[in-house]
Every structure is written in C-alpha cells, then in structure tokens.
C-alpha cells in the first residue's frame, strides 16, 4: 500500500476524534472516506499530513507513506513531503491561494522549494495546467479572477506538476456546481488511470464517491465502521450506519 | 411523532465546557473576573474618596513648603509633588476624574454615534450618503487639533475638555457602528425577519441593534486609556483641568521636569492612568465574550 | 394546462443589479397546493433571485408577479400584510438563518405576534405545536441557534415560517448546507408537510434528485432564463435541451445502473455581466450551430406543457447524442472567453 494508517488515534486531551483500525491507498487507486460532518474525517486528512497539531491536536498511531513512517517526523523533514509527495485540496478553493499572489507564483514558488530551477519549474506547470485542461495564461490571474472550479483545477495541476503520488481530496467538489464538479471528479479519475496517482477522497456525498472511487471507507463518531469495494458496500451494506446514509441520499426517479 | 433531536452542533474547537455554578463561572471568566473586580476598586475608591485619602486637603488647594518633593515613605506612601501634597491623596482623588471624563465622552460619543450608525448601515442610500459625508469631515481633521481648538473656544474645565474631546470621537463609532449595521443587515435572519412582515422598529432595536453593537463594547474599553491621555494633553496645554485639581494626566504633566531627580511624581499617576485603563480593556474583553452567545450554557 | 388558476404567476420578471440581469424574463405558474414547482439552476442562474422577488425582498426591474390575480409589486399596508402571511420563504444557511442573540421560543414567536395571531405572552402551546410539527422536542425553545445542529436550525426556521400559515412557501436551497440524513429528514418533512397543510412551495435547489422527489413541475435555469420546462418525470426522463441533458448526466448516481454517458460541459459557468450572445449557453453547448451564436431561442411548447428555447430542442427530445464526436457540424463557440466569472 502506498499510503497506509495504522491504528490512527487524534485526540484533543481526552476527547478522541480519529480511532481508524486500518486505511489503505495502493497506486492507482481511488479510495473514498464517507462520513458526516463530525465524523472525525477531516482530522484524519489533518493528520495525514502531520498538521494535526497545528490544531491542538495530540497524534498516535502510524502513518506510513510508501513505507516510510510519518507520525513523528520532525517538521522540517514533514515540510519536503508536503505538497511533493503528499499534496491536498480542500473544499474552499479560493482559500487555498494567497489573495495578493497570482496563483502562477504560488505554483512556481513551491515548485522552486522542492528544487526544481525557475524554467523546469515553469515548464513543469505549464504541463500540468494542460493537463487539467486549463491554458497556462490562467497562472497569470489572481485567485479572486477565477472561478471556484478553476481554482480546483489549479490546486490539482500544482499536485500534478509536484508529482506527488498522493493527493488527499477533502470534499473538493462540494462547493462546485454539479457540471463542474463533473470535470473534476473526470480530473481526479484521469491522474489515477493515467499518472497512478494514490487518492483519498473524503466526502459526505455518497453518490459521488459511489461514482468516483475504487474502494470506500465509512466513517462515523471518528472510527471505520465499514470498508470494502465500492460496488459492493453500495448494493449491499453491512453496517446499518451506511445503511442509513444510503437510505437517505435522494435518487432521480426513473419512470417508464 | 416526535423525532429524537438530533446530535446537538459539533462544537467546531473543544472550547473549555463552561461550568455551571458561581465558581465555575469565575473560573471560566477569569478576564471578565479580574478587568471587574479592578473597575469596580476604582470606582470603590473614587465614591469613597475623602474616607480613604490620608490627607484630604491635598487634594485641593493645601500646599506645605516644608515637604516638597519627599520620597515614598511610611508617611506619604507615594511621595510629595513639587509643593508639598501628598501624592496618594490626590491619586486617589483623581479616581474622580479621568475615569469620569472618560465616562461621559464615551456616553456622549456613543449616544451620538450609535443612532447614526444604525440609521447609515440599515437604511443606505441617501442617508448613509449624508451620515457618511459629516463624518468624514469631521474625521478630516486630526482629532487633537479638532479637540483643541474646541477646548480654546470655551472657557478651560472639565467640562470644556469633556465636550471637545466627545466632539473629536463619535465619528469613530459612527464609522464603527454603520459597519456592523450593514453587515448584520444583509445576513438571511434580517431578511426573514422582513419576509415575515416584522416591523421595521423591531428589526432595528431587536436584531440590528444588539448585534450590531458587540464590537463597541470591546472599543469603549479601549478607549478609556485614550481619553484619559487625550484628557491629559489638553490639561498640559492648560485647556482642561486646571492646578490644584488632583487630575492623573495634569499631574503627570505637571510632574515631567521632575521626572529624572523624584521619579514619583510622575509614577503614581502614570501607574493609576495605566491600571485603570488596562482594568477596563479586561472588562470589555470579558464583558464582550459573556455577551456572544455562543458562550450560554444549557440549563 | 391547469384547471385552477395558479397561485403565483411569475410574468416576464426582470431582476438587475447594477448591469448585471440576474433574471432575465421569467414566467412560471406556481399551482394552489398541494403542489411542487422545482427551480433547478446553478450559479448565476438566477433561481434565489426569483425566490426573493417573490417574497418583495428584491425590486423588480420588469414583469409582473401576481399572487391570488393580484398583482405584488402594487401591494400596500393591510394587503401587504396578509401577502407576508401568505407566502413565506426558507433560507439555505443554516447557520445565519436565525438571530444568533434569540432563543428558539421568542424567534417563532416575534412571528405570531408581527401579524397578531397570538400575543408573545400566550404563544406557549402554540409553539409546542409547531415545534411537534416540524419534529423538534419543545425543550428546544429555550435554546439559541448555535446549540442546535444545521438541520435543527432549519427546522426552526421551517416553524417559523410555518407559524404564519402560509399558502405558499419558497425554499431557498434549503438542504444544500445540511449533511446527507439531515438533508433526507427536512425533505421527508417538506413532503410531509404538503400533505397536512395543502402547502404549495417553489424549490430551489441546485440537486435534480431532490426536485424528483418533491416536485411535480419542473424549470431549469441557466443564466437567468428559463432553459426548458414541464413535467418533472417527463422532463428528466427525456430532456429536450442540452443543457438538461447534460445536467442530468452530471448528476452522480449511486446505483451503476443508473448512470448515462457523462456529457461533460466545457468551459465555464457563464458570466453574467457580460453574457454571451445569441442563446446564453451556446459557449458550453455540444450542439451550438450558427443560429445559435446569433439568434436568442425564445420559449417555446415542444410538447403539451412543456416548453423549451432552444433552437434544436426536437432534436434533443429525439435523443441525438451529445458526446464530443457530434461536434464536426458544430461551430466553435462565438463569444469571447469569458472575463473572470463572478463568484457563485
């Protein structure tokens, strides 16, 4: 498994938020993290990428990317990883971008971080906006001139131009409209098939993930309480929980 | 069929549970606690005045050639000034003063700037336009120069300084006001408010009013350093309190060419300006905090 | 076509802001409950404008709304009134719904006493009642907002505006905030509630799945202007205009079976001030010809009570495909790219 938790445990003092068993990404693969607001997911992306105590959050547990354990890591060592190897996106897109900064120069700044020269980082960048199928006249713009799908799509290119291999996704299409939120989530789906990117995709909207991922965990009260194939959790749930949540989500109804 | 509530809000930060009971309050308060319990000393201490200063007539007009400029002793706790009073008497006399001043201007620049920012924030339009206008003229010129040359058009008192400094610092309020008025005013409660046909009074003094006002709450408290020291300049200039009254600010003018030979002089009353200044701020802090209501216990 | 007269009709309506149009000629009828008009749209559609010119929140620049024949705009005083009464609205935020500084009691009951129903003083049972009705324990009146869940807050609000005894509601996004049982429970209680009350509600909504379930008519929105209308069923089963289609399509499903072919849009949604020419979707649409970069379509019956603009919607209705590959005897898109878009 490329990303693998293992007895996750956030804690703020006493009170627990994250008690995860077991949670996997392998390579190429899509995996989703369901649960509502409070079921300790967003923490979980938190922790994931060691900023969990940023929050004034306590952390045990393992957390091993390729291997290679992260919980504990010294901050320094934690900030190459990040946006390198693990990248993320979250649900506000115009918050993730400095409003006095064109996006261009936050993408190439970070990209000049990890090591890469000023022309191989802007060529880096400039792949990847086309990749997510956006002109790299765009970079030129400031955060407040694109629109929120945009936006998206341009966290994502920087985690693609970054190269990372996996991209924590907290509920990046929630705040879109439904058409764009369908050009992403193809997005998303691309960079697993074509690049072999690692994704966690955490979300409340069960009919996106049932659309979007591999393999699906359900989170409820900050524990997993059900994990499996997507296809198979959806059509038959074990845990009355995801019974629960599957019940509730509205469907078009199919006449004649 | 009654539905079983569902999971009270998540609480977005694990925010200490305020306890019930008055200790549990103290202990969940303790800005609030300490900011009040120091106001209310001084305003203990300005009441009881004339009860608690060992030398009363220092306060006024008594002079004592023989123990000018004396250090802190077991006699005089804070020292003599520069003709011969005792310093603590008249600290404690100024109690009286500079906080009262800053009372009144406050009172004043908020009576004044509260109706006008509502009005400006909630209606828009031409009114705001006008509101908004007067002000910035007034904003327009520097605020000590304004209060100045107010104070040299009446004859020097209190009064005159109350009056002038009150005249530099409702526009801040207005501006303050008008700011939350607007924003409180947009948000959806308002618009139902107006869906269901509430009267445009009720809106105004139960909903735009009350959460409108937090913010000053928290500047008032500020502001009582500063219109003690605004107070204080315009004594120095000898626009506002005149010798012998025992005022913080006059006498730390009054104690300045002193300052490197009997640094007392000008302590005591720095010290009683900066902990009485600091005492409000908690109190605003606290008092700001008990009114958001978030804070409020279940039962 | 209706045997009753309609509740609401929307004529014609207009709504700007500055140079912006964010409703840009719109008629609906809105039938005597219980009944469902779905306003479906995304951003910049223009769909919570219309609920709040309904509800006088916002002026109209031209048009008319008439409830009960009567026309809104021209309401006064005690008229005014009882039309405050009769038709209330629902916000989508949860969390600015409601005075953060009342308590759950007084908020509902400033709205019986604002129109005399019952003094604040005695307002007691009846707030139990609404309270039971919407399926909130009548503890809760004595709490404030930020103590309850989005989804118990919506509930007030629900009483509250319930509390009135409107014939019409309008329900803004009512469930978009809210996680997904929350979102299933205010929906179960909207279908509820028409039943008992003989409600009739406009709702907005962004969610095609939730309009299938609670609405029997259906319009979709885009730019300000309606794309297509008619029956709901009717409507999804088989859209007569692409921008339907392609809404449908993006729609995720749970069940596999569900899903059709994804039509992705291209581009991005529109910016309303400076809005393309000719037929406002024809940047994003897989079937734009040359007629469409020029000539706006009007609104048009395709089929008895359905209406569409588009200029190639018997096409659509037939089942053309709009997948890329149809695109050889399309045109490239005539507006310009778009200035940056506004926010949602």
């Known amino acids: 498994m490329r990303l693998e938790i293992t007895g996750l445990n956030v804690r703020f003092g006493a009170r627990s938020v994250v008690n995860v068993d077991h949670l996997g990404v392998d390579d190429a693969e899509i995996v989703g993290l369901a649960g509502e607001s409070g079921s300790g997911k967003s923490m979980t992306t938190l922790a994931v990428l060691g900023l969990a105590n940023t929050v004034g959050a306590t952390v045990a547990g393992s957390i091993k990317l390729d291997g290679r354990e992260l919980v504990g890591l010294p901050e320094k060592v934690l900030i190459g990883l990040r946006g390198s190897r693990i990248a993320a996106i979250f649900q506000s897109p115009s918050m993730a971008f400095n409003p006095v900064f064109r996006v261009g120069d936050v993408a190439l700044r970070a990209l000049r971080r990890h090591g890469l020269t000023g022309s191989e980082a802007t060529g880096r960048v400039d792949q990847a906006m086309r990749g997510v199928l956006l002109s790299p006249d765009l970079l030129r713009r400031y955060p407040s001139q694109l629109s929120g799908g945009q936006l998206q799509r341009v966290a994502i290119a920087l985690a693609v131009a970054l190269r990372a291999e996996v991209l924590l996704a907290d509920e990046p299409t929630s705040a879109l409209d439904v058409t764009v939120q369908a050009e992403v989530l193809e997005l998303l789906r691309e960079l697993r098939s074509r690049d072999g990117m690692s994704v966690l995709f955490i979300s409340h909207d069960l009919a996106v993930i049932a659309e979007l991922c591999d393999r699906v965990a359900v989170m409820q009260a900050g524990s997993i309480v059900e994990q499996g194939p997507t296809d198979q959790i959806m059509s038959g749930p074990q845990h009355p929980y995801t019974a629960d949540l599957l019940r509730s989500v509205p469907a078009i109804e199919r006449r004649g | 069929m009654i539905e079983v509530p569902e999971a009270p809000a998540p609480a977005p930060t694990p925010a200490p549970a305020a306890a019930q009971g008055s200790r549990g309050w103290l202990r969940s308060n303790p800005l609030l606690a300490f900011g009040g319990a120091i106001s209310a000393l001084i305003v203990i201490i300005a009441v009881f005045a004339p009860l608690i200063a060992p030398d009363p007539g220092d306060a006024g007009s008594a002079t004592h050639p023989f123990d000018v400029l004396k250090p802190p002793s077991a006699h005089h706790w804070f020292g003599t000034d520069q003709v011969g009073r005792d310093i603590l008497s008249r600290v404690i006399y100024g109690a009286r003063i500079s906080p009262l001043v800053a009372l009144f201007v406050l009172l004043i620049a908020c009576a004044i700037g509260i109706p006008l920012g509502i009005a400006a924030g909630y209606f828009g339009g031409w009114l705001d336009d006008v509101i908004m206008r007067v002000t910035d003229i007034v904003l327009a010129f520097p605020a000590l120069l304004l209060a100045l040359a107010l104070a040299a058009l009446l004859p020097p008192s209190m009064t005159s300084l109350t009056i002038a400094i009150s005249a530099t610092w409702w526009p801040w309020y207005v501006r303050l006001i008008r700011g939350q008025a607007a924003s409180v005013a947009g948000r959806p409660y308002i618009e139902s408010c107006r869906a269901l046909g509430i009267s445009r009074r009720r809106i105004i003094f139960r909903h735009i009013l009350p959460n409108a006002i937090t913010p000053l709450i928290v500047q008032v408290s500020l502001d009582v350093g500063g219109v003690i020291l605004t107070a204080s300049a315009l004594s120095f200039l000898g626009l506002g309190a005149q010798d012998p009254t025992p005022d913080w600010g006059l006498m730390v003018s009054e104690g300045q060419t002193y300052f490197t030979t009997d640094w007392w002089v000008v302590t005591f009353p720095g010290l009683a300006i900066l902990i009485t200044a600091f005492a409000f701020n908690l109190l605003g802090d606290g008092l700001r905090d008990l009114l958001d209501p978030r804070r409020v216990i279940l039962r | ?344």
Not at chain 3, 236 to 252: C, K, M, Q
Not at chain 3, 253 to 277: C, K, M, Q
């Open chain 3, 1 to 344: 076509m209706a045997a009753l007269a309609a509740l609401l009709e929307i004529a014609g309506l207009e709504v700007r802001f500055g140079p912006v149009r964010a409703v840009d000629g719109v008629s609906l009828d809105v039938a005597p409950g219980p009944f469902g008009l779905g306003l479906v749209g995304e951003s910049g559609s223009g769909k919570s404008t219309i609920g709040r010119a309904v509800l006088r929140l916002v002026p109209a620049a031209a048009g008319q709304i008439r409830f009960d024949g009567a026309d809104v705009a021209g309401l006064r005083g005690r008229e005014l009134r009882d039309y405050r009464r009769a038709v209330q609205i629902v916000f989508q935020d949860p969390d600015n719904t409601l005075d953060p500084r009342m308590r759950v009691g007084p908020a509902i009951a400033e709205a019986l006493a604002a129109h005399g129903i019952v003094p604040r003083r005695e307002a007691g049972p009846r707030l139990r009642d609404l309270l039971e009705e919407v399926g909130l324990d009548p503890d809760f009146a004595s709490r404030y907002p930020h103590q309850l869940s989005g989804g118990q807050r919506q509930r007030v609000a629900i009483a509250r505006a319930l509390s009135v005894q409107p014939r019409l509601l309008v329900l803004d996004e009512p469930t978009s905030a809210l996680d997904v049982r929350a979102q299933a429970r205010i929906l179960e209680l909207i279908g509820r509630l028409r039943g008992e009350r003989s409600l009739a509600y406009l709702l907005i909504t962004h969610n095609l799945a939730v309009v299938s379930e609670l609405c029997e008519q259906i319009a979709v929105l885009y730019l300000g202007r309606v794309a297509e209308s008619g029956p709901t069923a009717e409507l999804l089963a088989a859209p007569a205009h692409p921008y339907t289609r392609a809404l449908r399509s993006a729609v995720p499903e749970i069940a596999a079976s569900a899903r059709s072919t994804r039509i992705v849009l291209h581009g991005e949604p529109p910016d309303a001030t400076n809005p393309p020419s000719g037929c406002v979707f024809h940047p994003r649409c897989p079937l734009a010809i040359e007629r469409c970069v020029v000539e706006s379509p009007s609104l048009r019956a395709i089929a008895p009570g359905r209406l569409v603009a588009c200029h190639r919607a018997e096409e659509v209705l037939a089942g053309v495909a709009l997948s890329g590959a149809e695109q050889s005897d399309t045109v490239q898109p005539g507006a310009p790219q778009p200035a940056p878009p506004p926010k949602g």
